[in-house]
């Protein structure tokens, strides 16, 4: 028989990871989850998608919503005192839309439509997720910028 500890697997998408990652502790007996996801894709398919994956997981701890990402909107709360303050997030993930080559290996079809210009067209995409994700980023907070090209221009150009 597999210890406890053993049984945990991460499957699915990056979110669903996510969040299996933020109930580990409760899991292990190691006290109740604390925090949540703010789950969000431009496209609304992929996004009822998700929003269908994690209705399997039976929980609260996640909102799934559907904008551009360099227009989030800013989030609010209220704490006990009744003060509004302005809602900041302790990580990010911004897995951010790329021109995929990356993936030329696996997906040689990418070659077919692929051009040098598509960076550059992407880039200014990428700059404006990227400072969303820093002003909604707390003080301190981490920030993880993923992209699957392999293109400096998409990714150690974005290293502020």
């Given amino acids: 028989m597999l210890e406890r500890s053993t049984q945990i ?9 996510l969040l299996q990652a933020l109930y580990r502790d409760e ?3 190691k006290g109740p989850t604390q925090g949540g996801i703010v789950a969000n894709d431009v496209n609304y398919r992929r996004a009822s998608i998700l929003g ?3 209705k399997r997981n039976n929980t609260s701890a ?3 919503v559907n904008h551009q990402a360099q227009n989030f909107p800013t989030l609010s709360t209220v704490g006990h005192d009744g003060a509004v303050s302005k809602l900041c997030f302790d990580k990010i993930l911004a897995d951010v839309p790329c021109t995929g080559d990356g993936a030329l290996r696996k997906n040689s079809k990418l070659w077919e439509n692929w051009a040098t210009d598509d960076a550059i067209i992407m ?3 990428q700059v404006s997720i990227l400072q969303k994700a820093l002003q909604i ?8 910028y993923s992209t699957c090209s392999l293109n400096p221009l998409e990714v150690s150009y974005q290293i502020v």
Avoid at 137 to 144: D, E, R
């Fill in 52 to 54: 269908h994956q994690v």
């Fill in 62 to 64: 996640i909102a799934v």
């Fill in 123 to 125: 880039h200014q995409t």
């Fill in 9 to 17: 697997t991460l499957l699915g998408s990056k979110t669903v990871q």
């Fill in 137 to 144: 980023a707390k003080i301190g907070g981490l920030i993880l």
């Fill in 27 to 29: 899991f292990l007996g």
